[in-house]
């Protein structure tokens, strides 16, 4: 088994098979959580799960669960998931790349004859995305109890569906209660979704946790004022104030460096007239650490140096705090395994935080968690364009291959 | 003569009648151009300069001009003007003080028995504030030869409605070509509509010209990127070069103080969401300096920076310049003429520029121009709030007065 890698080629060409369900002209997907695409794919996937020798059975989520036994099946099973659903003009990878990887673990163990000593899960979890119905990783946040199950299933999209009803008339709504079993471990693979990989010429990701985040609203109050008739000093420019804001936000970033992440995104202007001096600015501010003492020092900072600026440029600032996310690590062993695989297939590896939500965020709740991240084109992701390479895939499935028999192993030593 | 002042009282009573012509509840003024108000305050305007005995015609642009005679009546009139429309939500101030001072200037000349040698004319020109019918400065500009008649006549408010059809809806189709005579000289009384002469506590500004200006709009083309995965030094931030370059503008304006304003007013960040790395922003530039080479200067400097700031942000940005208003000086010696007035009656003065548009800015194309400013609440304009005080204005009549007898000195004495 050292030497066992997977079949590239293969999980290739069945990621771009699946790619046909809600294929769009630009070679995006757009496939939303429980529509007809949604359901298309999913049908597919009980097929050649059930081809590959598993037991399909589905949960009061919609989410798929491919039974694979192990040789001792009274193990919690060890899993591997991610997600179906993507955004509305998604791309081919961004969880899909997850699900098929498994699914290619699964068929390069059948093709080698080897039988795990825990059972094998395949999962595809139900809207990740949150595109459709909101919030996101919603079957993976009530199977980890993170959200209720009633409030599950009162989510709404934008036209007044049910997602209820939905999951029942796609013919999702599963008998298995959400959850009904513990997971032994779980394993996620999904495309980086941002730079890093691919800048530095590596191919797998070890990801380590979940960085923090914090969301602000700021506005700040200056006077509307003449743009002819009024000098320079004399002015209360609410623009001006804010260009300083966000200058000492990246300053502020920097400062912590590299980890940290801060984004202006959302700005309004008022009154927004070319002659007039704006007497208002409403801002948002995303920052991100990995270390939640860092980030409540990047808070500190930022409080700061709002009130200072504010004062300076002679204007009024509030800020609002208004979302807050605490990091959060993986499993050192599940890590560890994930490493161990790379270094034994001789990939270049490092150790990554993720930036993004992923279901295994909300898993490594109530399981030991590993996620490995492999790169993507420009970073570019939730986007048509959205693209990776054949090798980097089967490079990263490999490793997942190899991250599971390894935990498999250990915990069979340890239940021995 | 030389130490006739104005009746004070009677100019503030005459303002506070006229308010009512579309008064608002929070006490300013809503009298659009050829409205039904805008008839109500013409009709007054003439009923008083004819009581005043003056007499009263109109032109094909609807503006009233009300004739003083002189002794010696085929000299060419000096003049007193402003306007008596308003913006929407405008003030009692705004123009109707040039009008209703030129008025308290021919009363009180009734009241002394003084004949000036050449006729006087109080004009009040129709559609200065270009808030129904675009653009302002309408019928002084046709005076002045700025604007074809054609063009005005054409000229449509938000409902469809010609400003030729309005004009004689509400009677004011006058008869008179526009223009079909020359003014001997002109003057105007205005609130500054902004915050020096208040600040300063100085009662007379002697207007020596109006500030050239430049408009630019400048779009900062990044790339979109997520907000939680794309390290910072891997973006290209369309909003960070934006705040490094209204930093900068404002520190160019600095650069050429105290006279130089610039000021971004229109902001327009895409794609606006709060996790997401702006990819673009579109910004407006309102630039404006009385000396042509002064802001030829900093139109060079902006180029530069907005060059350089993009190469050091890593993002594109387009420059494109809009619109320009070369600056432009009143007559010396109308401005001789204010400053003199204001030394007799013992005001405090000094020269100041206007950083708005006036009738007397287009008038100064046809005839020797000279303009009086008089402080104003907060420089408050264009509002409901905007206030001044019965004293200022009395001491701006006052030196109206003196100028217009001082002009009509050294006119009779340069024609005898």
């Not at 569906?161 to 513990?182: S, T, V």
């Not at 420009?378 to 693209?387: C, P, R, V």
Request: proline share 5%.
């Amino acid at each position: 088994m050292k030497n066992l890698q997977v079949n590239g080629e293969r999980l290739w060409d069945t990621i771009m098979e699946t790619a046909k369900f809600g294929g769009t002209e630009k070679g995006g997907v757009c496939r939303l959580t429980l529509s007809d695409t949604d359901r298309q794919v999913r049908d597919w996937l009980a097929r050649e799960c059930e081809s590959a020798g598993c037991t399909v059975s589905i949960d009061e989520m919609g989410s798929i669960f491919a039974r694979r036994p192990g040789k001792v099946d009274t193990l919690p099973p060890i899993a591997i998931g991610s997600h179906l659903d993507t955004q509305p003009t998604g791309g081919k990878f961004d969880g899909i790349a997850g699900v098929l990887s498994g699914l290619e673990v699964l068929r390069t163990l059948n093709e080698a004859g080897h039988t795990t000593s825990a059972p094998l899960e395949l999962i595809d979890w139900t809207n990740e995305e949150g595109s459709r119905f909101t919030p996101p990783m919603l079957a993976s946040g009530v199977f980890s109890g993170v959200f209720e199950h009633d409030f599950a299933y009162a989510s709404e999209d934008r036209d007044g569906k049910k997602f209820e009803a939905e999951l029942a008339r796609i013919g999702y709504r599963g008998e298995r209660k959400c959850p009904d079993h513990k997971l032994g471990a779980y394993f996620e693979l999904h495309i980086e979704q941002g730079p890093v990989l691919e800048k530095e010429g590596i191919l797998i990701g070890a990801v380590t946790g979940m960085q923090g985040q914090k969301w602000y609203e700021i506005t700040v109050t200056g006077q509307d004022a003449h743009a002819g008739t009024t000098p320079m000093p004399a002015r209360h420019d609410a623009m001006v104030a804010c260009a300083r804001m966000v200058e000492s936000i990246q300053a502020i970033a920097l400062n912590h460096a590299p980890l940290a992440v801060a984004t202006v995104g959302h700005v309004v202007v008022k009154p927004n007239s070319r002659n007039v001096v704006p007497g208002s600015v409403f801002f948002t501010v995303d920052l991100r650490h990995p270390d939640e003492d860092v980030l409540l020092q990047i808070d500190r900072e930022l409080r700061e140096m709002v009130d200072a600026t504010a004062r300076d440029s002679g204007v009024e600032a509030r800020l609002v705090n208004n979302w807050n996310v605490t990091p959060m690590e993986f499993d050192r062993e599940c890590i560890n395994h994930v490493r161990s695989a790379a270094e034994k297939l001789g990939y270049s590896h490092r150790d990554i935080i993720s930036g993004a939500g992923h279901d295994a965020v909300y898993v490594a709740r109530v399981a030991p968690t590993g996620m490995i991240f492999i790169p993507c084109e420009n970073g570019i992701s939730h986007n048509e364009l959205e693209n990776t390479k054949p090798e980097f895939i089967a490079a990263g499935a490999s490793v997942l291959l190899h991250a599971i028999l390894a935990c498999d192993e250990a915990r069979n030593k340890t239940t021995r």
